[in-house]
C-alpha cells in the first residue's frame, strides 16, 4: 500500500512563502518520481514542479520558475518531498496535490499514486 499525505498549506498574503511537505510511505518509493500539481476552482489540474527518484532532475511549471523549489529526502521507509514557494501570488492559490510515477511528465495521468490535497490560499 502507497500512501501520500501533504502538510503544509495554508492562508498567507501576497509575496509570503509557504513550504509543503509530502510524506509517502509504501514499496519501492525510493525508486519512483515525484511530482507536484495544483488545481483551482474550476480548472483543469496542472502540473507544477516535478523531481526524479535521486533528485538529479527538476521541472518546473513555467509559471513557478525562479519562485517555487521541489526536493526531496529517500529514506529507508519513507520518502518526503517538498515545495518551498516564495513569491506566492493570488493566482497560485489551489489545492496541491503530491503524486508519485514512473517518470516525471506533466500529464496528471500517468501518475500511479496521489495525496489527498492541502489548500494554499494567497490572499492580495
Known amino acids: 500500500q502507497v500512501q501520500l499525505v501533504e502538510s503544509g498549506g495554508g492562508l498567507v498574503q501576497a509575496g509570503g512563502s509557504l513550504r509543503l511537505s509530502c510524506a509517502a510511505s509504501g514499496r519501492t518509493l525510493g525508486s519512483y518520481a515525484m511530482a507536484w500539481f495544483r488545481q483551482a476552482p474550476g480548472k483543469e489540474r496542472e502540473f507544477v514542479a516535478g523531481i526524479t527518484y535521486r533528485g538529479e532532475i527538476l521541472y518546473y511549471a513555467d509559471s513557478v520558475k525562479g519562485r517555487f523549489t521541489i526536493s526531496r529526502d529517500n529514506a529507508r521507509d519513507t520518502v518526503t518531498v517538498y515545495l518551498q514557494m516564495n513569491s506566492l501570488k493570488p493566482e497560485d492559490t489551489a489545492v496541491y496535490y503530491c503524486?508519485?510515477?514512473?517518470?516525471?511528465?506533466?500529464?496528471?495521468?500517468?501518475?500511479?499514486?496521489w495525496g489527498q490535497g492541502t489548500q494554499v490560499t494567497v490572499s492580495s
Open positions: 503524486a508519485s510515477g514512473p517518470r516525471v511528465v506533466t500529464s496528471r495521468e500517468r501518475y500511479d499514486y
